[in-house]
């Protein structure tokens, strides 16, 4: 157990619809990463918080959004959902915020865009 | 941006067999992970190994940062060790986040 929690672990739902996944990170952990998981384009990251302010941004589409509550909890929000967007949706987190930490990562929730 | 490859993209071995994976990547990098993602789906952390040879029981991994290459040994695989094993890596900068591999996809065949 990475200490790590995301919610919910599946999601199935339609086009055109808009879902919230939640990640806890561990415990004195302030930073917090997004990462999708597709069939073809691998492991990609989508954004980065660090103590509730966005750090980075990487392949995150413009329907997507993130934050970061001050008790450290994230939210990813993806909208107007398509058929590719069907992934695995994973949130990591470590200490701080620079290149060094190593990265923890959460079980992931499995999305299903029908 | 930096590139990572990971060789051989699959293996198969029978139980008790040893395997090497390598991961090379394309610039200086001050970060190092290893990954095993289990069939269920879970992201499990290997090693965290800029530089230097790290061992945990029937695993090991060395990072040869100068030549840019890692390597993940696996002894004595076991069927539990089954899955896909990710290298990923960090270059510094402000951004923190890791760049992954396609993976080593591994079967172990009982």
């Known amino acids: 157990d990475s200490g790590v929690t995301q919610t919910p672990k599946h999601l199935i739902t339609a086009t055109g619809q808009r879902v919230t996944l939640r990640c806890s990170p561990r415990?004195?952990?302030?930073?917090v990463y997004w990462y999708q998981q597709s069939l073809d384009q691998g492991l990609q990251f989508l954004i980065q918080?660090?103590?509730?302010?966005?750090?980075a941004k990487g392949n995150i589409l413009e329907r997507f959004s993130a934050q970061q509550f001050p008790d450290l909890h994230s939210e990813l929000n993806l909208s107007s959902l398509e058929l590719g967007d069907s992934a695995l949706y994973f949130c990591?987190?470590?200490?701080?915020?620079?290149?060094?930490?190593?990265?923890?990562f959460g079980p992931g929730t499995r999305l299903t865009v029908l | 941006g930096i590139q990572v490859e990971q060789s051989p993209p699959d293996l198969i071995l029978q139980e008790g067999a040893n395997s090497t994976l390598r991961c090379n990547f394309s610039?200086?990098?001050?970060?190092l992970q290893w990954f095993h993602q289990n069939p269920w789906g879970q992201l499990i952390n290997l090693f965290y190994?800029?530089?230097g040879t790290k061992q945990n029981g029937r695993l090991s991994a060395t990072t040869v940062a100068t030549e840019r290459y890692s390597l993940l040994y696996i002894s004595s695989s076991q069927t539990t060790d089954s899955g896909v094993y990710f290298c990923?890596?960090?270059?510094?900068?402000?951004?923190?986040?890791?760049?992954f591999g396609k993976g080593t996809k591994l079967s172990v065949k009982p």
């Open positions: 990923a890596v960090r270059n510094g900068g402000s951004q923190g986040n890791l760049i």
């Open positions: 415990s004195g952990d302030l930073s």
């Open positions: 190994i800029p530089s």
């Open positions: 610039d200086s990098v001050n970060n």
């Open positions: 918080y660090y103590n509730g302010e966005e750090r």
């Open positions: 990591a987190s470590s200490v701080k915020h620079g290149s060094t930490d190593t990265q923890y």
